[in-house]
């Protein structure tokens, strides 16, 4: 179960001038593909991730695959 923090709220600060940026996503290798879309309903699901329909900011998705063979999803945020 993930634990969360209740004592502390967040605030993300952006420059007043900040444009949204928009990315097209990267190609997911077909043998990553199932365990990419079980990764994000498993996050969905603990309420890591939650479904939208659009976002003005987007950053592409990197899977990984760990030594265990599941994948980690990371995002490629050095391209924002």
Known sequence: KLGHCTKVQAHIQLKSDAIPKIF???PIPFAYLTGVKEEIERN???GIL???DTSPWTAPIVPIKKPNSKIRICGDFKVT
């Open 50 to 52: 939650e479904r939208i």
């Open 24 to 26: 097209k996503p990267r």
């Open 44 to 46: 969905v699901n603990a």
